[in-house]
């Protein structure tokens, strides 16, 4: 069964510093990966997501991530946090060997970014 | 180009009543899924319908629960007889329907409050 777990509910880091989002996959087979973004009230805004090829994605707001194939890990990274990061995270997942279109959702990381 | 909508953006309901939730996919956009996040919980896959077919319902609840997206007008999740339980924010997305790597994009969502 398709799994993502965000072992981090909550990530707290100073404005100016560099930020890591962590999320960790179980697919049967070779996953797609994305990372989304929800502000207060708002719907969920794509950031990037992992295809095939670099295992470095690079997307919007300076946002990247680096898939990890051993260690099942897609964890988002950006080097200079900006207080207006702060917002919920979300890891997904699609298994492209099922050929499904169902995704699954970790259960979101809330990022704090401190001035 | 306008993105998902959904309306209405908030619904009260009391208990024992039906709440129909709407959804205009993007345009060109033919794939439709709806999604349920709970407070403080991430988003769980309820249903994906083309154009007058669902294609996975696996997420939905078995009873009081149904969507549907018609030839002509928006996609609609429709809950009766609403428990307090059913309340939730209730989020659209869309995509084009062409491969499982695509990117979904998403409405406001519709937060739904079940008195």
């Known amino acids: 069964a398709q799994s993502v777990a965000q072992p981090e509910d909550q990530v707290n880091v100073a404005e100016g510093n560099p930020l890591t989002v962590k999320c960790t996959y179980s697919?049967?087979?070779?996953?797609?990966l994305f990372w989304y973004v929800q502000y207060p009230n708002r719907g969920l805004q794509f950031l990037l997501k992992?295809?095939?090829?670099?295992?470095l994605v690079k997307g919007s707001y300076g946002f990247e991530a680096e898939f990890n194939k051993s260690q099942t890990s897609f964890h988002l990274k950006k080097p200079s946090a900006l207080v207006s990061d702060s917002a919920l995270y979300f890891c997904a997942v699609r298994d492209r060997n099922t050929g499904g279109f169902k995704t699954i959702f970790g259960a979101g990381t809330r990022l704090f970014v401190k001035a | 180009n306008a993105g998902v909508m959904q309306n209405p953006r908030h619904l009260v309901r009391r208990r024992g009543q039906e709440a129909r939730l709407r959804c205009s996919p993007m345009?060109?956009?033919?794939?439709v899924y709806w999604y349920r996040q709970l407070p403080e919980e991430g988003l769980k896959f309820m249903v994906y319908l083309q154009k007058e077919n669902i294609i996975d319902e696996s997420g939905m609840p078995k009873e009081r629960f149904s969507a549907e997206f018609p030839k002509e007008g928006p996609s609609i999740l429709r809950i009766q007889q609403v428990v307090r339980g059913d309340s939730a924010a209730y989020f659209c997305a869309s995509s084009d329907g062409t491969s499982p790597q695509e990117t979904q994009y998403f409405g406001p969502g519709t937060r739904l409050l079940v008195l």
């Open positions: 345009k060109g956009h033919s794939h």
């Open positions: 697919v049967s087979g070779n996953p797609y």
């Open positions: 992992y295809i095939t090829g670099d295992n």
